[in-house]
């Protein structure tokens, strides 16, 4: 492929991004859903709640101030109404007409958290035959044990607490047992897990999303994300998909980048928890 070819270039990357990953293709996993004009509400096992969109036009009308303001209104309170519902991921994207989001979204008690870049690009630019160091084996995880053990390491890496570990470690159990539309991968040094991350082929699109990739910190700089990412890719193909996207922090953007994936714009999550009243 050459840097002209024009099915890689950004606008066309982030069209088919639009298009095939956005809204319904998010909330495959969800235990339910409900439409709330162009939101998409999510709930999830463990008590989770995702919102979603392709765009924020209201009946064919451009997104205005107030209009979101209403959306994020409406959105909490269909959640509020939910007391198993404990926290709530808004994920922004940073091409969107949006005005006023931001500031309507910290007004209702949404915290954001880190930017991350969307990264997309052909699989084959990933699926690379990477020599790993010696010791490391990369292999998929599939038993109770090793999903449980992989999660730790990322949460511990990532600084999450130990109860959103634990929920997230059930949530994903659940998922590999109720679903087929998600691998887990990681790399092993002397029967530890030094770096893992998923593979999520999206049905009925020409993508597969790599997630949750981490790396212990002393282990960093030896290839070993780069190879579990070759793995991942390797699948990906294996599945009949064609792209690979990614919501990249800092750390992971620029060994993407040097497999030639292009950044196609900026996701922002924005997090609410629900207060304990005493």
């Not at 990477?130 to 084996?137: M, N, Q, R, S």
């Not at 981490?214 to 599945?239: N, Q, V």
């Amino acid at each position: 492929m050459t840097d002209t070819d024009t099915d890689t270039d950004t606008a066309t990357l982030l069209a088919a991004y639009d298009a095939q990953l956005r809204r319904d293709a998010e909330v495959l996993s969800a235990i339910r859903t409900t439409e709330l004009g162009p939101l998409l509400l999510a709930e999830y096992l463990g008590g989770r709640g995702f919102i979603t969109y392709r765009s924020l036009e209201v009946d064919g009308e451009p997104a205005t101030e107030d209009s979101i303001r209403d959306l994020v209104t409406g959105a909490l309170e269909h959640y509020a109404a939910r007391p198993e519902i404990k926290r709530i991921e808004w994920k922004t994207r940073g091409h969107d007409h949006a005005p006023g989001l931001h500031d309507a979204l910290v007004a209702a008690g949404f915290t954001p958290d880190e930017p991350e870049s969307v990264m997309v690009g052909d699989a084959s630019l990933l699926a690379l035959d990477l020599a790993l160091p010696e010791g490391v084996t990369v292999r998929r995880v599939t038993d109770e044990a090793d999903v449980r053990a992989m999660v730790a390491m990322q949460s511990e890496v990532f600084g999450d607490d130990a109860e959103d570990a634990a929920e997230m470690a059930e949530a994903l159990l659940h998922r590999l047992r109720t679903r087929d539309d998600m691998e887990m991968w990681a790399a092993e040094e002397g029967g530890v897990i030094v770096s893992a991350g998923r593979l999520e082929p999206v049905e009925g699109s020409d993508f597969a999303g790599i997630w949750g990739g981490a790396t212990r910190p002393e282990h960093r700089g030896r290839g070993i994300y780069r190879a579990l990412t070759a793995a991942r890719a390797r699948s990906a193909i294996d599945h009949g998909k064609r792209w690979i996207n990614s919501d990249s922090t800092e750390f992971s953007r620029p060994i993407l980048e040097r497999s030639g994936l292009v950044r196609v714009t900026s996701t922002t999550p924005y997090e609410w928890k629900r207060r304990h009243d005493h």
